[in-house]
């Protein structure tokens, strides 16, 4: 566990210190990948984006990087569970 040199680890916890650690050892301006939500196909999912675009607008809906606003740096991960990430959010 890497802690700030000098300085004992934020968390006593080593699962909370693991989580802060990969949230502040990794821009949040790093690439966000795809994910599409739950049994919903990609040609669906970008099918609803672009509907969702023509009703609000490009300034209301935001996927891919543009996401990186909307994934909390805070959220620790279960064991064996993958970070939270949206599929996209609107405004």
Do not use: C
Request: charged content about 20%; proline content about 11%; hydrophobic content about 40%.
């Amino acid at each position: 566990m890497a802690t700030v040199p000098g300085l004992p680890p934020a968390y006593a916890d080593p699962t909370y210190q693991t989580a802060h650690e990969a949230v502040f050892s990794t821009p949040l301006t790093a690439k966000i990948e795809r994910v599409l939500p739950p049994g919903v196909s990609d040609g669906d999912f970008s099918k609803a984006i672009e509907k969702a675009v023509r009703v609000l607008g490009k300034s209301a809906v935001f996927t891919g990087d543009d996401l990186k606003y909307y994934v909390d740096p805070y959220d620790i991960p279960e064991a064996g569970k993958a970070r939270n990430i949206p599929s996209a959010a609107v405004w």
